[in-house]
């Protein structure tokens, strides 16, 4: 991810930073190896149909939740207990960004380490067995820990600066044993994509998120975190093809979320449509004015022009293209105010989030200051474990899952009042059973005294004052509308 301090910094002080990462070693596991290469291909729960992500019941589904990411040794969030994903569950969190370092994955050329991948994908069990879908992320802030943030490891960093380090990569030098450092970093892509989609995580996965904001390098003469028009629909696209071709050789059906450069929204992205059905678009927003920023300080009236231009850019690419669209990271500080709008601009488009992040990880590099959903690192999710105007931020009423064509959504937060309207219609491509059930996460954290759900075109399944409130449409084609508000 990208920060206050990333994006602030002096670009010469940026390639002054440095830390050295931990490398895991490599241990074989034989048994995961074996059961990787038997695998067809993972079944997935959760598919692109046109502009939207459907579930294995025709349903549009919403997802809201944090990354959970740990950039240094143990390279996965080690903390982090089915407590956690109770915690998240509870409080309507169903979907998480999870990420890979490369240089965890493969300390020494062409040699992975099986053991921190066991690790990683018990993670992701643990989340797919609380029904928390996870996007999976190779993760990588400014190059590697040589140019102060991680990803990559010393082996591929061959440039003099991260933007050199770059280029390297896009050219594919050659690196130890003469092999392209870009042909080995696809060829772990297809090693970690045989192992997950062995596991029983695998069904319930969003998909997989190929790189995390890449920067251009030095031959395109782009400047960091500027448009790169000519760097996206060349280089960077070329590199998505490999990465998409090598991914689908496994067998792997799961949608694949390619990234533009980190722009923020300047312009639109100039990525090309991939001819792989099950691709989509990924895509992070930061106002520059929150990554100061604390809960006392509002910046959603200064943001707010910025945001609806950044994220419209965003959001017209995934239009342009016809596919559905991830937020995949924001907010980083405890702007309250920002997050809450942020939250709402989403939700009202139907768009899915995750918003940086669910831990502090004040020693991971590349980081914000007050980042960090939790009080503190070392305890479990909880109420009392939590910053609570952030969690109040973050903690809305929203559709889970839409039986149908999704219409108008809204919250008002002065009021408490969410209102929600659909066609009991699947969307062009999907198909939805009689009687497939709408869900609605209520939360107690919003309405602690209970709420009343009015309901036109449909009639309610759930009991009483559920925190998933589901309806089932009265007929075919139906025009569902839903208020939810405080009792």
Request: proline share 8%; hydrophobic share 40%.
């Amino acid at each position: 991810m990208l920060t206050c301090r990333v994006r602030r910094a002096t670009w010469p002080a940026r390639l002054a930073l440095g830390a050295v990462l931990a490398l895991l070693l490599p241990t074989a596991v034989p048994s995961l190896a074996t059961a990787a290469r038997r695998s067809p291909g993972a079944r997935t729960d959760i598919s692109r149909v046109d502009s939207w992500l459907v579930d294995r019941q025709g349903r549009v589904v919403e997802l809201h939740g944090f990354d959970i990411i740990r950039k240094t040794a143990p390279f996965y969030p080690s903390h982090f207990t089915a407590k956690d994903a109770d915690f998240l569950v509870r409080n309507g969190f169903t979907g998480v960004r999870i990420g890979l370092i490369w240089s965890a994955v493969e300390p020494r050329p062409g040699v992975y380490d099986d053991r921190y991948l066991r690790t990683f994908i018990r993670f992701a069990d643990l989340l797919a067995a609380h029904r928390i879908h996870a996007l999976v992320d190779f993760h990588q802030d400014a190059w590697s820990a040589s140019a102060g943030g991680d990803g990559a490891p010393r082996w591929a960093t061959l440039g003099n600066n991260l933007l050199s380090d770059f280029q390297a990569f896009w050219d594919n030098r050659p690196g130890p044993g003469g092999v392209g450092i870009q042909t080995r970093f696809v060829a772990a892509w297809r090693h970690v994509v045989r192992l997950i989609d062995a596991s029983p995580a695998a069904p319930s996965l969003i998909g997989l998120d190929p790189f995390n904001e890449p920067y251009a390098g030095t031959k395109s003469l782009c400047a960091p975190f500027v448009p790169c028009p000519a760097f996206e629909s060349g280089p960077l696209a070329a590199f998505y093809r490999r990465v998409i071709k090598a991914i689908r050789s496994t067998g792997d059906r799961h949608v694949i979320f390619p990234e533009g450069v980190a722009q923020n929204g300047l312009a639109q992205p100039s990525l090309p449509r991939f001819g792989d059905p099950q691709t989509a678009f990924s895509f992070h927003y930061y106002c520059p004015l929150t990554q100061d920023a604390t809960a006392v300080q509002p910046t959603d009236a200064a943001c707010q022009p910025l945001e609806r231009h950044g994220i419209g850019s965003f959001e017209s690419f995934a239009a342009r293209h016809d596919v559905p669209a991830i937020l995949g990271e924001f907010s980083c500080n405890d702007a309250t105010d920002d997050n809450a709008a942020m939250v709402d601009a989403a939700d009202e488009r139907y768009t899915s989030w995750m918003a940086w992040m669910y831990y502090a990880a004040k020693d991971d590099p590349a980081n914000c200051p007050g980042q960090g959903l939790l009080r503190d690192d070392a305890r479990p999710g909880s109420l009392a474990n939590v910053k609570t105007a952030k969690l109040g931020a973050f903690e809305v009423p929203y559709p889970q899952a839409i039986a149908g064509t999704p219409g108008g959504y809204r919250y008002d937060r002065t009021s408490r009042t969410m209102t929600l309207s659909y066609a009991a219609t699947a969307v062009p491509g999907a198909t939805l059973a009689k009687g497939t059930a709408t869900v609605v996460f209520v939360p107690r954290f919003v309405y602690r005294n209970g709420y009343r759900a009015d309901v036109s075109g449909a009639h309610v399944t759930s009991r009483p004052g559920a925190q998933r409130l589901t309806l089932v449409s009265d007929r075919h084609g139906a025009t569902v509308t839903v208020t939810v508000r405080p009792r």
